[in-house]
C-alpha cells in the first residue's frame, strides 16, 4: 500500500516562501503521477499542481503560474512544491495526491492515494 507524507508546511509572512516536500513509502513512487491540492476552511478542494511519473510534464493551477514549482526526485521516492510569492490567499491545508496515470491532470478525481495533509498560513 502506499502511503504519502507531507511536510515543509507552516507559518509565513505575505511574499515569502516555503518547500512542501511528499515523501512516499510502501512502494516505489516512480509509477505514478503526482498532484498537489490544496482546501481553505470552507471552500472546496483546489488542484495546484501536478507532475508526471518520470518528471518530464507538468501542469499549474491558474491562481500559483509563476510562482509554484512542483518537482520529484525519484531516487528519494518524494514530490516537492516549492511556494514563491506567497499571499494570504494561498492559507490553506495542503494535500499531495498520487495516481495511477503517469500523466494526471490537476483533477482530484485522477487520484487514489492521499496524504493526511500540510498546512500553510500566509499573514498579512
Known amino acids: 500500500q502506499l502511503q504519502l507524507v507531507e511536510s515543509g508546511g507552516g507559518l509565513v509572512q505575505n511574499g515569502g516562501s516555503l518547500r512542501l516536500s511528499c515523501a512516499a513509502s510502501g512502494r516505489t513512487l516512480d509509477i505514478y503521477g503526482i498532484g498537489w491540492f490544496r482546501q481553505a476552511p470552507g471552500k472546496e478542494r483546489e488542484g495546484v499542481s501536478c507532475i508526471s511519473a518520470h518528471g518530464s510534464t507538468t501542469d499549474y493551477g491558474d491562481s500559483v503560474k509563476g510562482r509554484f514549482t512542483i518537482s520529484r526526485d525519484n531516487a528519494k521516492n518524494t514530490v516537492y512544491l516549492q511556494l514563491n510569492g506567497l499571499k494570504p490567499e494561498d492559507t490553506a491545508v495542503y494535500y499531495c495526491?498520487?495516481?495511477?496515470?503517469?500523466?494526471?491532470?490537476?483533477?482530484?478525481?485522477?487520484?487514489?492515494?492521499w496524504g493526511q495533509g500540510t498546512q500553510v498560513t500566509v499573514s498579512s
Open positions: 495526491a498520487a495516481s495511477i496515470l503517469t500523466v494526471p491532470t490537476i483533477s482530484s478525481d485522477e487520484y487514489d492515494y
